[in-house]
């Protein structure tokens, strides 16, 4: 079977959810293909591992160590996918990619330009993927809108590529908006026309037009949109606005999206729903509720905890439960009774020193108070530090991020990495595996000996401390095989108390989600 190809875009303006609509398209035709999502986006950077969280969202990270574009995460949750950093092309990528092939002579002497050096290997880098994973379906998200200067060239490949695959093998889909304006009560059509006139000028005509609404689009205005777009009235989807993305795929099911796709490519892969509307209607219908203090500095934009939300999604899906976050800022945080309402506290990553001392004193209650914790990556290194200052009797304990003169760096930067200087370089990063102790809660959640999980952190638990900590009580019920680093660590006579150097939020999924969150909430349900 030849590859087919699916173009997603957007028009009008950011954030309408070009990743939930790839992922649920995606969804939707994975049941008999092999479907590869593919994301490009227009900024600079070689990829978002240096970019702050309140501009970009959170950063996800894959097995390969590949940082790439938060939309992954939704391939990987509804695709069911683990993808690679190779599927993330960037315009920062394509840019050095092209000046490494100058370099090296392989232009041969020649001017090279935009068109059609540039576009060549943006559509070189996506046949390429292809082939190496034998895709059936090839899923192309272009981030930005269209008239965005930064994905021109990205929309100009596409363009392109109708008549390298055969105008039989790839479809394109435009996602856009349709308001309904405050005391009008009409939805409005003259967003997206202009948002397709202005793909059509690139010389790309979709095939398929999503257009996002509060409410079900109605006939009238998919026979107007129609008629303005040049598309079939049946080929007007509403994506509707919903409490759930897990709702998406449903919607466009009900909406004919499959059959749609179906018979513009020729393929047959028809969509298994069963259990996933199960777990949906146990969101819908919980039997408890428990609280959550979300402990951070970044509470401000939520977007960069969005692996954190989904995996607690998943696990309400599971355990019949909502979950209700408290969003605590840590920065200024001096007021522990703000936490004797929640069920269960969590202290997610981050980097820097600002809001850490606010983060340590909410451990501090979460051990003292007996209140099930769930630390993440930075998480587990405070826990350490607070351990260490308030039980072991080490005042000044500290990490060497945070202090680097520090008597008592209970958490140091690994010694092959002081050297390192390039960002992102610097980094443990991608999937490693940990060997989990017998008789560990960590062990009794995951059921097996050895687990990998994904990590994105420089500064590890100093090993000149592994006596003293394990002396006073706290258990390392996880670590690398040589026993020199610590992924997850325990105290055996609390309620729930676990850290992980790991970010298990990362892999968890709505039929399956990560064991210690799962835990986690289970524990704050007993609680």
Not at 32 to 45: A, E, M, T
Not at 222 to 248: H, Q, W
Request: net charge negative.
């Amino acid at each position: 079977m030849q590859t087919k190809y699916i173009v997603v875009t957007g028009g009008v303006l950011s954030g309408l959810g070009k990743g939930i609509a790839a992922a649920s398209i995606g969804h939707l035709l994975s049941s008999k293909l092999k479907v590869i999502p593919i994301k490009c986006d227009g900024y600079l950077n070689l990829d978002p591992g240096t970019m702050n969280p309140y501009e970009h969202g959170e950063v996800f990270v894959l097995d390969d160590g590949g940082e790439v574009d938060m939309d992954f995460g939704h391939y990987e949750r509804f695709i069911g996918v683990t993808c690679k950093s190779k599927w993330n092309l960037t315009m920062g990528k394509v840019f050095d990619m092209i000046r490494q092939k100058e370099r090296r002579g392989d232009y041969l002497g020649k001017t090279v330009q935009y068109i059609p050096h540039v576009t060549d290997l943006i559509k070189e880098h996506i046949f390429e993927i292809a082939k190496e994973e034998e895709a059936d379906l090839v899923i192309i998200e272009i981030g930005g809108t269209v008239g965005d200067i930064e994905n021109e060239l990205f929309l100009e490949a596409m363009r392109q590529m109708k008549e390298d695959v055969g105008k039989e093998n790839i479809i394109y889909v435009h996602l856009t908006y349709v308001p309904i304006p405050h005391g009008v009560n009409e939805q409005k059509s003259k967003p997206t026309q202009q948002s397709v006139n202005l793909l059509k000028q690139r010389g790309i005509f979709p095939d398929i037009i999503i257009g996002r609404c509060s409410q079900f689009l109605s006939k009238e205005i998919k026979e107007k949109i129609a008629r303005f777009c040049d598309v079939s009235p049946n080929a007007v989807i509403t994506g509707l606005d919903v409490d759930d993305i897990y709702e998406i795929p449903l919607i466009f099911e009900q909406e004919g999206l499959p059959e749609i796709i179906h018979k513009r490519l020729n393929i047959y892969s028809p969509p298994n729903l069963t259990k996933w509307k199960t777990l949906i209607e146990n969101i819908r219908n919980p039997e408890a509720e428990v609280t959550i203090a979300m402990c951070g500095k970044y509470t401000r934009l939520e977007d960069s905890y969005a692996s954190i939300k989904e995996a607690f999604h998943h696990c309400s899906a599971h355990l019949k439960c909502k979950i209700n976050i408290k969003w605590v800022e840590t920065t200024n945080f001096s007021d522990p009774t703000l936490l004797e309402d929640v069920d269960g506290i969590l202290v997610p990553g981050g980097f820097g020193t600002r809001g850490t001392e606010g983060k340590i004193e909410v451990i501090r209650y979460a051990r003292e108070h007996n209140k099930p914790f769930l630390g993440i990556c930075f998480g587990l290194q405070l826990a350490v530090i607070e351990f260490s200052r308030n039980v072991c009797g080490l005042k000044d304990a500290s990490s060497t991020e945070l202090d680097p003169s520090t008597p008592h760096p209970v958490i140091d930067i690994l010694p092959e990495q002081r050297n390192v200087l390039q960002k992102g370089g610097t980094m443990r990063l991608g999937s490693y595996e940990a060997v989990l102790k017998p008789d560990t809660l960590v062990r009794q959640l995951y059921g097996a000996e050895v687990v990998s999980e994904r990590h994105r952190h420089r500064y590890e638990v100093n090993p000149n401390y592994h006596d003293l900590l394990t002396s006073k009580g706290m258990v390392f019920s996880g670590t690398s095989k040589d026993e020199r680093l610590v992924e997850f660590l325990e105290l055996p006579n609390h309620r729930f108390f676990l850290a992980t150097q790991a970010h298990p939020e990362l892999k968890s999924r709505l039929e399956r989600p990560a064991p210690l969150f799962y835990g986690f909430i289970k524990a704050c349900m007993e609680n």
